[in-house]
């Protein structure tokens, strides 16, 4: 059985969040991801920074985790990018079988 996950990341602007979303779900890394934009506070290189950024939330599978993680470090235009999942417990069983389907089918 897979255990479904929700992959997060963000970008500085929403042209960078469609392209990783795109290239994540036609590869089949990602059954969906959903992009939202956010307001980020941060420490970054000595400072305090305060920037609009957009989060993908990408719909996948823990045993997907590794080629996702790798997939967003090898497209993230930042240098150092924000990549954790977050385990969905409770997931509607049909919803759940949908994002395994999409993650492990061939492109």
């Known amino acids: ?8 990341t963000t970008v500085a602007t929403r042209e960078d969040a469609r392209k990783l979303a795109e290239s994540l ?3 089949r890394l990602a059954a969906c991801a959903q992009i939202s934009e956010i307001d980020s506070c ?5 400072g305090l920074r305060h ?7 990408l719909k996948t599978t823990a045993e997907r985790y590794d080629a996702v993680e790798q997939a967003i470090v090898e497209l ?13 417990d409770r997931v509607h069983a049909p919803y759940a079988a949908w ?7 061939a492109p």
């Open 1 to 8: 059985m897979t255990t479904p996950i929700a992959v997060v």
């Open 25 to 27: 779900v036609s590869r």
């Open 42 to 46: 941060f420490h970054w290189q000595g």
């Open 51 to 57: 920037e609009r950024e957009f989060r993908l939330v």
């Open 76 to 88: 993230h235009p930042y240098d150092l990018p924000a990549i954790h999942s977050v385990a969905l």
């Open 99 to 105: 994002i395994a389907d999409n993650v492990s089918a």
